[in-house]
């Protein structure tokens, strides 16, 4: 995804991404190969949102991160450079054919001392974890119908003050109906009503490219 929201005037979201430092010509690379590769999926995080997942990953000084979803690297980078020193990021996918040129990007943006990657379906990854050390920063950009069954298994996982990102969380607009209620949007609407009813987290919808919602776990 190229743009920083579908809602915005083209206009208007061209400057958000062209104003979302710090500017990285690898990434930009990256954007381009993928759509060379994949032109007909719209899987990756924009610009501007890598930013913000970035400087996230900074301010809440994170050292143990993991990412639900990685498809060819790009949000991935954003967190791994957001990091603290020492720092590690976790990252789980089905596809070993999307990851494969996320991997060659790792290496080249050198992250690989930072990322270490996971095959197969996310939950039963999770599951199979540690209850200890706790993460200090998730992101979550795995299959939509999982998204309430991601978040359980995160929540549990993560430190007091932790924070989860979970992108997609708007619908294109269609959770609060701008335009038709359809399947997916219906599988959103009811994850951001159970966070929503939520007592153990606090949580905020940033309305950054499809809706990026922020969850921190209480202490």
């Known amino acids: 995804m190229t743009r920083a929201s579908a809602f915005l005037d083209p206009r208007l979201s061209e400057y958000l991404v062209a104003h979302a430092q710090p500017r990285d010509p690898l990434l930009a690379e990256l954007v381009a190969e ?15 949102e890598g930013a913000l997942l970035r400087m996230l990953v900074r301010l809440c000084g994170a050292r143990r991160a993991i990412e639900l979803g990685t498809f060819t690297g790009y949000s991935s980078i954003c967190v791994a450079q957001g990091l603290a020193p020492g720092g590690r990021l976790l990252c789980c996918d089905v596809s070993a054919k999307w990851t494969a040129v996320a991997r060659r990007y790792w290496e080249l943006a050198g992250l690989t001392d930072r990322i270490e990657l996971h095959l197969g379906p996310a939950l039963r990854i999770v599951a199979g974890l540690p209850a200890e050390p706790r993460f200090d920063f998730a992101f979550v950009d795995a299959e939509k119908t999982e998204y309430i069954d991601y978040y359980e298994a995160l929540v549990s996982r993560m430190a007091p003050g932790g924070l989860i990102a979970v992108d997609n969380t708007l619908g294109h607009g269609k ?15 009811a994850f951001n009503d159970h966070v929503l009813a939520d007592p153990r987290t606090q949580s905020v919808i940033v ?13």
């Open 34 to 48: 993928t759509h060379r590769l994949y032109p007909e999926l719209d899987l990756q995080v924009s610009p501007d």
């Open 175 to 189: 959770v609060a109906g701008v335009g038709e209620l359809d399947p997916r949007a219906r599988l959103m609407r």
């Open 207 to 219: 309305p950054i490219a499809d809706g990026l919602t922020l969850v921190t776990v209480n202490g």
